[in-house]
């Protein structure tokens, strides 16, 4: 099964409950971690794993050979992404831009242009307290994140229960990471903001076809807006994690939820269980 864990908005604790879901889950059976938010990966800093293999992502760019280009501007016109401009007696490539579909090389009536890699991230595995884990991290200054999302869950282990702690929003990247996943969790806060970020987060899912559920994070008794619009969507919340000090103390210092207070590992385990029995 593949869990992802996504929210509409940053800062909703959906590491958090990522990290606690899969250590809660370590003991009972096979876990695997992966760290889909590759522009800003953190779930390595609360479990601490060792990590064992490292795998560069590129993609193929193009590369222009003068001595056959005739500056036709074939290249340039089909390209839907700007990547690449003709002007006199040069071409100018756009490495950050290009999205490496080949269409130039492809279409090039000189056969002027072939295609080299270019580095945009790497991919990392490794292991931690029995869970296999995999990360992503985007180049500093690259704007191409999908590649090194779907790399990661090229590694997804469909034997074992795959949790993927997707990146915050509701853009490419989420869309990527989500993708394909049997149930998705929304992590969300009791305001306004994190309540109109759910509402998007919902309809991104369900566009998707992606069965999901609610986690409320920094509940506060009195605060039932998020659960009365789940209610009327008919979307469960499957746990409520209160604002609490000393939670927020353990998240300050690195530490997940279920190692800390080691009591939320059984309700951690109650929302799998809720979730397995809502696709069976």
């Known amino acids: 099964m593949i869990i992802s864990v996504a929210s509409g908005k940053g800062g909703t604790g959906k590491t958090l409950v990522a990290t606690s879901l899969a250590l809660s889950l370590g003991n009972t059976c096979r876990v695997q971690l992966l760290d889909c938010d590759v522009e800003e990966p953190n ?28 500056f036709c ?93 997707v990146s915050p929003g509701t853009s490419c990247p989420v869309v990527e990471a989500v993708r394909d996943s049997d149930y998705c969790l929304l992590v969300t806060e009791p305001t306004p903001f994190g309540l109109h970020d759910l509402e998007l987060a919902v309809l991104t899912v369900k566009q998707l076809g992606i069965p999901c559920g609610v986690i409320v994070n920094r509940a506060v008794p009195g605060e039932d807006m998020v659960q009365s619009y789940c209610s009327r969507e008919n979307i469960p919340v499957l746990l409520e994690i209160p604002l609490d000090r000393d939670i927020a103390r353990l998240y300050s210092n690195g530490q997940t ?24």
């Open 43 to 70: 779930d390595h800093l609360f479990i601490r794993p060792v990590i064992t293999d490292r795998e560069t992502v590129c993609i193929p760019v193009p590369k222009v050979d003068y001595n056959r280009c005739t």
């Open 73 to 165: 501007g074939d290249c340039a016109r089909i390209c839907a992404y700007k990547a690449i401009a003709v002007v006199p007696k040069s071409v100018l490539v756009f490495d950050q831009l290009c999205h490496g579909c080949g269409a130039c090389s492809y279409l090039c009536p000189e056969k002027a242009i072939t295609e080299e890699g270019h580095e945009i991230g790497v991919v990392e595995s490794g292991r931690a307290n029995g869970i296999a884990f995999v990360q992503g991290r985007l180049t500093v200054g690259e704007a191409m994140a999908t590649p090194v999302i779907r790399r990661v869950k090229t590694r997804i282990d469909h034997a074992a229960t795959a949790i993927l702690d």
């Open 257 to 280: 939820l279920a190692e800390g207070m080691p009591q939320w590992q059984d309700r951690f385990k109650d929302v799998y269980t809720s979730i397995t029995r809502s696709r069976t």
